[in-house]
Each structure stands twice: as structure tokens, then as C-alpha cells.
């Protein structure tokens, strides 16, 4: 019988290393997507900004 509870004990403790390890890859996996977020947001941000100065110094020189 204590060898039973033993592994039920055994069991148990597996089961919740393995839910804390799919927690921690849930939230690395939240945490990465919103960095990708921000990162293609602050590229757009600079395309923008450069294509805006592009544009102006078409404008200047043409005139």
C-alpha cells in the first residue's frame, strides 16, 4: 500500500512540474509575440518617418 501512495505522491509531483512547464512556455510564448509586436511596429514607424523625408526632399529639390 505505501509503495502505491509513493507513486500516486510521485505521479502528482510530475504532473505539476509539467503544468508549471507549460505555463512558463505559454507565457515565453505571450512574451515573444508581443516583442515581434513592438518590433514591427517601430520598423513601420521608421519606414514612415524615412519615406516622409524622402518625399520632402523631392519636394525641395524641385523647387
Known amino acids: 500500500m ?6 500516486i505522491e510521485n505521479y502528482s ?3 505539476q512540474a509539467f503544468e508549471s512547464r507549460i505555463t512558463d512556455l505559454d507565457m515565453a ?3 515573444m509575440e ?3 509586436q ?3 511596429s517601430e520598423v513601420s514607424t521608421a519606414i514612415l ?3 516622409n523625408i ?4 523631392i519636394r525641395n ?3
Not at 505505501?2 to 507513486?7: F, G, Y
Not at 524622402?54 to 526632399?57: A, D, L, P, R, T
Open 2 to 7: 505505501e509503495i502505491e501512495w509513493r507513486n
Open 13 to 15: 509531483e510530475n504532473l
Open 29 to 31: 510564448k505571450e512574451t
Open 34 to 36: 508581443f516583442v515581434k
Open 38 to 40: 513592438n518590433v514591427l
Open 49 to 51: 518617418a524615412q519615406s
Open 54 to 57: 524622402n518625399v520632402k526632399g
Open 61 to 63: 529639390n524641385n523647387y
